[in-house]
Nanobody, 124 residues
Framework: EVQLVESGGGLVQAGGSLRLSCAASGLTFDDYVIGWFRQAPGKEREGVSYINRRGSDARYVDSVRGRFTISSDNAKNTVDLQMNSLTPEDTAAYYC?????????????????WGQGTQVTVSS
């Protein structure tokens, strides 16, 4: 059974940093991509970043590029999202998800398994 558990959310002032972690288990696929998504109240869920299993392909949505960094640790089965220079517009529930195969996408509808999410709130 695939399980994804997010941690690291919280309340931070604008300009601050947070590090989210996604702990994955039950990933028996030959290949997969793990993505981070976020959803603010009243808005559609959007892709933030994703990384392939090998860590050789990492992508970001334009609004976070240069501020967020995704990384993977295959020994620990974790994918972290380091978020710097946070703004109130980054406030959302953040989710990690996994898609089977080696092609990532920012389209949340394509992902197979999801975590429960962790809340990030950035105050101005």
């Amino acid at each position: 059974e695939v399980q994804l558990v997010e941690s690291g959310g919280g309340l931070v002032q604008a300009g601050g940093s947070l590090r989210l972690s996604c702990a994955a288990s039950g990933l028996t696929f030959d290949d997969y991509v793990i993505g981070w998504f976020r959803q603010a109240p009243g808005k559609e869920r959007e892709g933030v970043s994703y990384i392939n299993r090998r860590g050789s392909d990492a992508r970001y949505v334009d609004s976070v590029r240069g501020r967020f960094t995704i990384s993977s640790d295959n020994a620990k089965n974790t994918v972290d999202l380091q978020m710097n220079s946070l703004t109130p517009e980054d406030t959302a529930a953040y989710y990690c998800a996994v898609i089977r195969g080696n092609l990532g996408t920012m389209n949340y509808l394509m992902y197979d398994y999801w975590g429960q999410g962790t809340q990030v709130t950035v105050s101005s």
